[in-house]
């Protein structure tokens, strides 16, 4: 693995590449950038520094050779299909996922599901360390590829090496639960600068990091053990909170097509006099039966009904071939089911359900005619659609109801915030925020609009990028 010149000096390495297929004119398949924040923040930092994207194309056993897109490089890793069961489906989202989030379900603990996890995050640090060159800024992102930085660090030295973590990280009493806690701990250990979403996650790594590895911390500063006569390593472990691109958002949801198309969807919904809105991937962790039974009991007491409110749920499809998900996906549609059957009449259904995913200009519409926004999971490491209804929301209209479990809660403070498993306190919330009065909208409204302006995706890559920097020209 060493190092040539023409390699290159930013590498981000993660689970999937930012691209998605599609069937270009002539029928042939062709790749486009995918939507979402991360590619939005990662993309121009990349094409600035002719830098490499290593990852996965989200389809099994496709050997794919290294292709460009939008002024990327991009150097895709095989996954077969045994791979995409038990790294993938197996310890990525059936292990570490719920493990993370707080056991909102059972954690699956399987020795053949870790030892793949293994092998395919020593795939993607060799992938990784073929393409940087020497002393290149390699960026790891989340909990599917956690033991890359220690793999990386052995093979190349010379690299400085990020790690940021999307999703939370458990309290010590969860984490010691699994039973590769150590071998995880030290792949972390193997970067420079580990980032995570809020203080608390950065300091349950912390503490696990002390107490599993005889490390020493001194705030976000971490000493690991010495080994074989030498002195331990210098890193740090700090938040930085994830953000999106705010400004591409909000031009988005100023463009006459999506306002239109956003009074077209109130006329379609019959205008209601009040629009709720709940936007998920259909994941347990989102509190989507939570919501469902708080709403429904607002309509069996009487408070809420259609025709004159109407909640629509979208909630996107996500990792179909997981049981837990399979389970969901029942247990959403009956108790749908059930409140449609209770509280619809022809033609004004009580909530519209769209088991689908729709393009970023129907959301910015659906957002944009949302008056109140129900963000309520059950744990959550960020929530990126508490942000993006803000985005849109330049009318300083409308309101969100937030968990108090993700970590917009730690920056968007003036929203209706909420413990989800409380339904009586989830369903005085949705009534303070249906009835609230325009000037009480735009009290709450502006300072968390200030917020997502300043806080974007690209000051939260700048941010970390020049932490790492810090890090290692100390
Ligand atoms: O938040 C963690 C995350 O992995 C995101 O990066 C991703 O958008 C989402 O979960 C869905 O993940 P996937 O479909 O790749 O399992």
Redesign the pocket.
């Known amino acids: 693995m060493a190092p040539t010149a023409e390699r290159a000096t930013f590498v981000v390495v993660?689970?999937?590449l930012p691209v998605d297929r599609y069937a270009g004119a002539d029928g042939r398949e062709e790749w486009r950038t995918s939507p979402?924040g991360?590619v939005a923040a990662l993309e121009p930092v990349l094409v600035a520094n002719s830098g490499t994207w290593v990852g996965w194309s989200?389809a099994p056993d496709e050997k794919c050779e290294p292709f460009d897109a939008d002024g990327m490089h991009l150097v895709p890793v095989t996954l077969s299909t045994d791979d995409v069961s038990d790294y993938?489906e197996g310890f990525?989202?059936a292990t570490l996922w719920p493990l993370y989030h707080d056991v909102t379900a059972p954690p699956a603990f399987e020795r053949r599901w870790w030892e793949a996890y293994h092998e395919v995050n020593r795939r993607f640090a060799a992938a990784a360390g073929e393409e940087a060159a020497e002393d290149a800024v390699v960026w790891v992102?989340?909990?599917?590829l956690q033991l890359v930085p220690a793999l990386l660090r052995a093979e190349r030295p010379d690299l400085r090496i990020g790690f940021f973590n999307?999703?939370p990280f458990p309290g010590y009493e969860l984490y010691s639960r699994l039973p590769w806690r150590t071998q995880v701990v030290e792949g972390l250990l193997g970067a420079d600068l580990i980032g995570f979403q809020r203080r608390d996650d950065a300091s349950n790594f912390l503490r696990a990091a002390r107490m599993l590895t005889g490390a020493t911390t001194r705030g976000s500063v971490i000493e690991t053990a010495p080994e074989n006569g030498r002195s331990g390593r210098r890193l740090r472990a700090a938040p930085f909170p994830i953000s999106i691109d705010t400004a591409g958002l909000e031009q988005l949801s100023r463009q006459p097509e999506v306002v239109a198309r956003a009074a077209e969807l109130r006329s379609e919904l019959g205008n209601p006099g009040t629009i709720l809105l709940g936007v998920d991937?259909l994941d347990y962790t989102k509190g989507i039966l939570h919501r469902l039974r708080a709403y429904g009991e607002l309509l069996d007491d009487g408070e809420l009904g259609p025709p004159g409110t109407v909640l629509v749920q979208v909630a996107s499809p996500?990792?179909e071939r997981v049981e837990e998900y399979q389970n969901l996906r029942d247990e959403v549609e009956l108790i749908v089911g059930r409140i449609n059957g209770d509280h619809s009449s022809v033609g004004n259904p009580a909530i519209h359900y769209l088991h689908q995913s729709f393009p970023k200009e129907e959301m910015a519409a659906l957002y944009l005619l949302a008056d109140v926004m129900l963000v309520t999971p059950l744990r959550d490491?960020m929530n990126l659609v508490a942000k993006e209804y803000v985005a849109c929301h330049h009318d300083l209209r409308g309101a969100l109801v937030l968990s108090e479990f993700t970590g917009a809660a730690d920056e968007l403070r003036q929203a209706y915030l909420v413990n989800p498993y409380d339904i009586d306190g989830t369903k005085e919330a949705i009534l303070a925020a249906v009835g609230a009065s325009p000037s009480e909208q735009s009290r709450r409204m502006r300072p968390m609009r200030r917020r997502v302006i300043e806080s974007d995706v690209h000051h939260w890559a700048n941010a970390f990028l020049g932490a790492l920097d810090m890090v290692t020209s100390n």
Do not use: E, K, V
Not at 141 to 144: C, I, R
């Open positions: 993660a689970n999937r979402g991360l989200g993938y990525s989202n992102q989340d909990y599917q999307h999703i991937r996500s990792r490491g």
